[in-house]
T-cell receptor
């Protein structure tokens, strides 16, 4: 079945460690996104990519890095520079690419806890 | 001012009630508007897009007011299964820069 897959679902990390969250989609979508959600808050955009080998910073990119070497993959690295990394991370994709935006399809999320 | 603002609620309503949510946005150039639903500890899922002329899908009606820069969602004949958080989504300056409101929490009670 077509969809978007995030892994791991739950992750625990010690302070000072980098961690990479995986996001893979087989929907042939051009655009991919990473959002962060904290309790009682809406989704905040970390990075997005409209096309392979291109990505743009969102509102809260500091302490995060991404790559888009393949159309289907958009991994997010949470670096030790991110001061408050504990959160629910959501990856999404859409078919719009550089044209008008369409529906966002989300993965099930990755819940990161820093100990 | 936040780019997308919603009343956080919670809205607690009895089954069968009609409930309405509003969402205001700050970017007058925004062209795309959506309502998403998010269940507790789950990912958001598209409920409906919002078109300029307004649109209806069963018990749900969405409307756009460009002059006042808000969108609304009306739910008629509320069901227990409608209990969720409803997220307003508006595009930012870039067509792929989608901005979310903080969500409005709805609880429908028997």
């Amino acid at each position: 079945d077509g969809g978007i897959t995030q892994s791991p679902k739950y992750l625990f990390r010690k302070e000072g460690q980098n961690v990479t969250l995986s996001c893979e989609q087989n929907l042939n979508h051009d655009a991919m996104y990473w959002y962060r959600q904290d309790p009682g808050q809406g989704l905040r955009l970390i990075y997005y990519s409209q096309i392979v080998n291109d990505f743009q910073k969102g509102d809260i990119a500091e302490g995060y890095s991404v790559s888009r070497e393949k159309k289907e993959s958009f991994p997010l690295t949470v670096t030790s520079a991110q001061k408050n990394p504990t959160a629910f991370y959501l990856c999404a994709s859409s078919s719009s690419g550089t044209s008008a935006p369409g529906e966002l399809f989300f993965g099930e999320g990755s819940r990161l806890t820093v100990l | 001012r936040k780019e997308v603002e919603q009343d956080p609620g919670p809205f607690n309503v009895p089954e069968g009630a009609t409930v309405a949510f509003n969402c205001t946005y700050s970017n007058s150039a925004s062209q795309s508007f959506f309502w998403y639903r998010q269940d507790c500890r789950k990912e958001p899922k598209l409920l409906m897009s919002v078109y300029s002329s307004g649109n209806e899908d069963g018990r749900f009606t969405a409307q756009l007011n460009r002059a006042s820069q808000y969108i609304s969602l009306l739910i008629r004949d509320s069901k227990l299964s409608d209990s969720a958080t409803y997220l307003c989504v508006v595009n930012g300056n870039n067509n792929n820069d989608m901005r979310f409101g903080a969500g409005t929490r709805l609880t429908v009670k028997p």
